[in-house]
Protein backbone atom coordinates (compact mmCIF):
# COMPACT_ATOMS: atom_id res chain seq x y z
CA UNK A 1 0.00 0.00 0.00
CA UNK A 2 1.36 3.38 -0.66
CA UNK A 3 1.83 6.21 1.90
CA UNK A 4 -0.69 8.53 0.16
CA UNK A 5 -0.11 12.41 0.15
CA UNK A 6 -2.78 14.56 0.17
CA UNK A 7 -2.19 18.17 -0.68
CA UNK A 8 -5.23 20.95 -1.50
CA UNK A 9 -3.99 23.87 -3.57
CA UNK A 10 -5.41 26.77 -2.14
CA UNK A 11 -5.61 30.70 -2.18
CA UNK A 12 -8.55 32.32 -1.42
CA UNK A 13 -7.40 34.87 -4.04
CA UNK A 14 -8.50 34.64 -7.23
CA UNK A 15 -5.62 35.44 -10.03
CA UNK A 16 -2.74 33.89 -8.80
CA UNK A 17 -2.37 30.60 -10.69
CA UNK A 18 -3.79 28.30 -8.70
CA UNK A 19 -5.32 26.11 -11.61
CA UNK A 20 -2.21 26.25 -13.30
CA UNK A 21 -0.06 25.53 -10.66
CA UNK A 22 -2.10 22.02 -10.20
CA UNK A 23 -2.84 21.31 -13.76
CA UNK A 24 1.26 20.90 -14.66
CA UNK A 25 2.32 19.50 -11.47
CA UNK A 26 -0.19 16.62 -11.18
CA UNK A 27 1.34 15.83 -14.71
CA UNK A 28 4.70 16.88 -13.77
CA UNK A 29 4.41 13.48 -11.14
CA UNK A 30 2.20 11.79 -13.04
CA UNK A 31 5.29 11.95 -16.00
CA UNK A 32 7.80 10.66 -13.44
CA UNK A 33 5.85 7.50 -13.02
CA UNK A 34 3.97 8.61 -9.43
CA UNK A 35 0.20 7.63 -9.60
CA UNK A 36 -2.09 10.46 -9.07
CA UNK A 37 -5.35 11.29 -8.87
CA UNK A 38 -6.52 14.97 -9.29
CA UNK A 39 -9.42 15.62 -7.66
CA UNK A 40 -11.04 19.27 -9.12
CA UNK A 41 -13.14 20.71 -6.17
CA UNK A 42 -13.45 24.42 -7.81
CA UNK A 43 -17.75 24.24 -9.33
CA UNK A 44 -15.76 26.47 -12.44
CA UNK A 45 -14.35 23.09 -13.19
CA UNK A 46 -11.46 24.78 -14.90
CA UNK A 47 -9.04 21.73 -14.38
CA UNK A 48 -11.45 19.19 -15.66
CA UNK A 49 -11.34 21.21 -18.75
CA UNK A 50 -7.57 22.19 -19.07
CA UNK A 51 -6.77 18.36 -19.25
CA UNK A 52 -9.31 17.88 -21.95
CA UNK A 53 -12.44 16.20 -20.20
CA UNK A 54 -14.81 18.57 -22.00
CA UNK A 55 -18.02 16.17 -22.11
CA UNK A 56 -21.10 17.98 -20.28
CA UNK A 57 -23.12 14.99 -19.10
CA UNK A 58 -20.31 13.10 -17.22
CA UNK A 59 -20.65 12.61 -13.25
CA UNK A 60 -18.24 14.24 -10.97
CA UNK A 61 -17.39 15.18 -7.26
CA UNK A 62 -20.45 16.18 -6.38
CA UNK A 63 -22.09 12.62 -6.97
CA UNK A 64 -19.56 11.20 -4.53
CA UNK A 65 -20.41 13.95 -2.26
CA UNK A 66 -23.85 14.23 -2.15
CA UNK A 67 -25.27 11.06 -3.69
CA UNK A 68 -22.85 8.42 -2.24
CA UNK A 69 -22.01 7.47 -5.53
CA UNK A 70 -18.46 5.00 -5.19
CA UNK A 71 -15.33 7.59 -5.95
CA UNK A 72 -13.95 5.41 -8.43
CA UNK A 73 -17.21 5.37 -10.75
CA UNK A 74 -16.70 9.25 -11.19
CA UNK A 75 -12.87 9.25 -12.08
CA UNK A 76 -11.24 8.91 -15.22
CA UNK A 77 -7.93 8.38 -16.55
CA UNK A 78 -6.75 11.55 -18.24
CA UNK A 79 -2.78 10.64 -18.58
CA UNK A 80 -0.58 7.40 -17.71
CA UNK A 81 -0.41 7.08 -14.45
CA UNK A 82 -2.50 10.59 -13.83
CA UNK A 83 -6.77 10.21 -13.25
CA UNK A 84 -9.34 12.85 -12.48
CA UNK A 85 -11.88 13.54 -10.56
CA UNK A 86 -14.35 15.75 -12.38
CA UNK A 87 -15.85 18.99 -10.86
CA UNK A 88 -19.02 17.78 -12.07
CA UNK A 89 -22.50 20.60 -12.51
CA UNK A 90 -23.85 20.40 -8.84
CA UNK A 91 -20.81 20.78 -7.33
CA UNK A 92 -21.47 24.66 -5.94
CA UNK A 93 -24.88 23.32 -4.08
CA UNK A 94 -22.67 21.86 -1.57
CA UNK A 95 -22.10 25.89 -1.48
CA UNK A 96 -25.79 25.57 -0.16
CA UNK A 97 -25.99 22.72 2.08
CA UNK A 98 -27.27 23.39 5.69
CA UNK A 99 -28.23 19.71 6.82
CA UNK A 100 -26.04 17.24 7.86
CA UNK A 101 -24.74 19.93 10.88
CA UNK A 102 -20.85 19.10 11.30
CA UNK A 103 -20.34 16.60 9.64
CA UNK A 104 -20.44 18.79 6.16
CA UNK A 105 -17.49 19.72 6.56
CA UNK A 106 -16.07 15.97 6.54
CA UNK A 107 -18.02 14.90 3.30
CA UNK A 108 -14.96 14.82 1.42
CA UNK A 109 -12.37 13.36 3.85
CA UNK A 110 -14.95 10.19 4.63
CA UNK A 111 -14.38 9.53 0.68
CA UNK A 112 -11.05 9.57 0.80
CA UNK A 113 -10.76 6.98 3.19
CA UNK A 114 -11.32 4.18 0.87
CA UNK A 115 -8.23 5.28 -1.80
CA UNK A 116 -5.56 6.14 0.52
CA UNK A 117 -2.99 3.73 -0.82
CA UNK A 118 -3.79 3.47 -4.38
CA UNK A 119 -1.97 6.84 -5.00
CA UNK A 120 1.06 8.36 -4.75
CA UNK A 121 -0.49 11.49 -4.71
CA UNK A 122 -4.06 13.12 -4.17
CA UNK A 123 -4.20 16.64 -5.12
CA UNK A 124 -7.21 18.96 -4.87
CA UNK A 125 -7.58 21.98 -6.73
CA UNK A 126 -9.83 23.92 -4.28
CA UNK A 127 -12.40 27.17 -5.60
CA UNK A 128 -11.27 30.78 -4.71
CA UNK A 129 -13.32 31.00 -1.27
CA UNK A 130 -13.81 30.77 2.09
CA UNK A 131 -17.09 28.58 1.56
CA UNK A 132 -17.65 24.72 2.38
CA UNK A 133 -16.23 23.34 -0.09
CA UNK A 134 -12.88 24.60 1.17
CA UNK A 135 -13.64 23.24 4.24
CA UNK A 136 -13.77 19.93 3.00
CA UNK A 137 -10.41 19.81 1.77
CA UNK A 138 -8.86 21.66 4.60
CA UNK A 139 -10.51 18.30 6.74
CA UNK A 140 -9.41 16.10 4.32
CA UNK A 141 -5.69 17.38 3.66
CA UNK A 142 -2.30 17.12 5.47
CA UNK A 143 -0.63 19.39 2.79
CA UNK A 144 -1.12 22.62 1.53
CA UNK A 145 -0.01 24.22 -1.95
CA UNK A 146 -0.35 28.02 -1.71
CA UNK A 147 0.12 29.81 -5.57
CA UNK A 148 1.16 33.47 -5.22
CA UNK A 149 1.94 36.19 -7.14
CA UNK A 150 4.34 39.14 -6.72
CA UNK A 151 1.75 41.68 -5.07
CA UNK A 152 1.47 43.12 -2.03
CA UNK A 153 -2.61 42.39 -2.23
CA UNK A 154 -1.15 38.68 -2.49
CA UNK A 155 0.72 38.74 0.37
CA UNK A 156 -2.49 40.61 2.59
CA UNK A 157 -3.98 37.24 1.15
CA UNK A 158 -1.51 35.09 2.67
CA UNK A 159 -1.78 36.55 5.76
CA UNK A 160 -5.77 36.01 6.17
CA UNK A 161 -5.19 32.19 4.72
CA UNK A 162 -2.34 31.27 7.31
CA UNK A 163 -4.16 32.60 9.91
CA UNK A 164 -7.15 30.16 8.64
CA UNK A 165 -5.30 27.26 8.37
CA UNK A 166 -3.46 28.09 12.53
CA UNK A 167 -7.42 27.75 13.38
CA UNK A 168 -8.26 24.64 11.55
CA UNK A 169 -4.87 23.17 12.79
CA UNK A 170 -6.24 23.74 16.44
CA UNK A 171 -9.33 22.07 15.52
CA UNK A 172 -7.50 19.22 13.98
CA UNK A 173 -5.03 18.87 16.29
CA UNK A 174 -2.02 18.30 14.06
CA UNK A 175 0.06 20.84 11.45
CA UNK A 176 -0.35 21.41 7.93
CA UNK A 177 2.54 21.11 5.90
CA UNK A 178 2.67 24.41 3.77
CA UNK A 179 4.37 25.08 0.53
CA UNK A 180 4.00 28.36 -0.94
CA UNK A 181 4.63 28.60 -4.78
CA UNK A 182 5.60 32.16 -6.47
CA UNK A 183 4.31 32.28 -9.87
CA UNK A 184 3.48 34.66 -12.52
CA UNK A 185 6.12 36.08 -11.16
CA UNK A 186 7.71 38.92 -13.22
CA UNK A 187 12.02 39.25 -12.25
CA UNK A 188 12.11 42.74 -14.02
CA UNK A 189 9.67 44.24 -11.99
CA UNK A 190 10.85 45.93 -8.22
CA UNK A 191 7.52 44.99 -6.78
CA UNK A 192 7.59 41.27 -7.50
CA UNK A 193 11.47 41.46 -6.23
CA UNK A 194 10.19 42.92 -3.36
CA UNK A 195 7.46 40.71 -2.56
CA UNK A 196 9.83 37.58 -3.29
CA UNK A 197 12.39 39.21 -0.73
CA UNK A 198 9.46 39.50 2.09
CA UNK A 199 8.44 35.88 1.57
CA UNK A 200 11.72 34.35 1.84
CA UNK A 201 12.20 36.70 4.49
CA UNK A 202 8.80 35.06 6.72
CA UNK A 203 8.36 31.65 4.41
CA UNK A 204 11.92 30.41 3.41
CA UNK A 205 11.79 27.18 4.99
CA UNK A 206 7.82 27.22 3.22
CA UNK A 207 8.93 28.55 -0.18
CA UNK A 208 9.74 25.97 -2.99
CA UNK A 209 12.83 27.38 -4.84
CA UNK A 210 12.18 27.34 -8.62
CA UNK A 211 9.48 30.63 -9.49
CA UNK A 212 6.90 30.42 -12.53
CA UNK A 213 7.58 33.21 -15.01
CA UNK A 214 4.76 35.13 -16.42
CA UNK A 215 4.13 33.17 -19.58
CA UNK A 216 1.31 33.75 -22.58
CA UNK A 217 2.13 29.45 -23.14
CA UNK A 218 0.39 28.71 -19.70
CA UNK A 219 -2.26 31.00 -20.11
CA UNK A 220 -3.22 29.47 -24.09
CA UNK A 221 -2.11 25.84 -23.37
CA UNK A 222 -5.55 24.94 -21.34
CA UNK A 223 -7.23 26.04 -23.82
CA UNK A 224 -6.29 23.13 -25.90
CA UNK A 225 -7.14 20.75 -23.18
CA UNK A 226 -2.84 20.42 -22.64
CA UNK A 227 -0.67 20.51 -19.69
CA UNK A 228 2.60 23.10 -20.82
CA UNK A 229 4.66 19.45 -21.20
CA UNK A 230 2.23 18.78 -23.79
CA UNK A 231 1.97 22.52 -25.81
CA UNK A 232 5.46 23.34 -25.55
CA UNK A 233 7.54 20.75 -24.19
CA UNK A 234 11.17 22.92 -25.09
CA UNK A 235 9.69 25.88 -23.15
CA UNK A 236 11.12 28.13 -20.27
CA UNK A 237 7.87 26.73 -18.54
CA UNK A 238 7.90 23.70 -19.10
CA UNK A 239 11.78 23.57 -17.42
CA UNK A 240 10.35 25.57 -14.56
CA UNK A 241 7.51 23.38 -14.16
CA UNK A 242 9.46 20.20 -14.10
CA UNK A 243 12.13 21.90 -11.82
CA UNK A 244 9.40 22.53 -9.35
CA UNK A 245 7.99 19.41 -9.48
CA UNK A 246 11.49 17.65 -8.23
CA UNK A 247 11.45 21.17 -5.35
CA UNK A 248 8.25 19.36 -4.34
CA UNK A 249 9.18 15.66 -4.09
CA UNK A 250 12.22 16.93 -2.13
CA UNK A 251 10.99 19.33 -0.27
CA UNK A 252 13.47 21.85 -1.60
CA UNK A 253 13.12 25.40 -0.59
CA UNK A 254 14.90 28.76 -0.15
Not at 10 to 35: D, I, P
Not at 57 to 66: F, M, N, S, T, V
Request: glycine share 10%; with cysteine; proline share 3%.
Amino acid sequence: MKQTRVIAVLNQKGGVGKTTTTLNLVHGLSRKGYEVLAMDLDPQGQLTSSLGLMKRDIGGLEKALLNGTQIAEVTYPVRENLKLVPAGHGLSEIEDRSEGGSSRGMMLRNILVDIKGQYDFIIIDCPPSSGLLVVNALFAVDEVIIPMTGDYLALQGLSHLMSTLRNFEKVLGHKYKEWIVLGRFQARRKLSQEVKGKLKEYFADNMLLTEITESVLLAESPGFGKTIYEYRPSSRSAKEFESLVDDFIIGRTH
